[in-house]
């Protein structure tokens, strides 16, 4: 069982910067691919970035490149996004997922294995 727990959301303005982090139990961190989606309110979840085990590739979506940073500590158990320039339609709720089969970079969320709850990030324009 692995336990996923966001944080850093909240209420910005459009070209602000925001960090979220997500930090995972267990001791085999390391051996998951970690990715960050994104769910806006009457919209499908979305694939924002992904990083490998080691944290030596990432994939970031075409709407993020550029402005988002996925990366990874595995010495504390945390994936982190940083959002940079942000925008009013990068508003949704931001949830962390972990990919035990560790292979690739998957885009699609059935592919994860584990979710966070999940945190509200709200940009004003």
């Known amino acids: 069982q692995v336990q996923l727990v966001e944080s850093g959301g909240g209420l910005v303005q459009a070209g602000d910067s925001l960090r979220l982090s997500c930090a995972a139990s267990?001791?085999?961190?390391?051996?998951?691919?970690m990715g960050w989606f994104r769910q806006a309110p009457g919209k499908e979840r979305e694939f924002v970035a992904a990083?490998?085990?080691?944290?030596?590739?990432?994939s970031h979506a075409d709407s993020v490149k550029g402005r988002f940073t996925i990366s990874r500590d595995n010495a504390k158990n945390t994936v982190y996004l940083q959002m940079n320039s942000l925008k009013p339609e990068d508003t949704a709720v931001y949830y962390c997922?972990?990919?035990?089969?560790?292979?690739?970079?998957?885009?699609?969320?059935?592919?994860?294995?584990?979710w966070g709850q999940g945190t509200q990030v709200t940009v004003s324009s």
């Open positions: 267990g001791r085999t961190f390391s051996s998951y691919v």
């Open positions: 990083i490998t085990r080691s944290g030596g590739v990432r």
């Open positions: 997922a972990a990919d035990l089969a560790g292979n690739g970079l998957p885009r699609i969320s059935h592919e994860y294995d584990y």
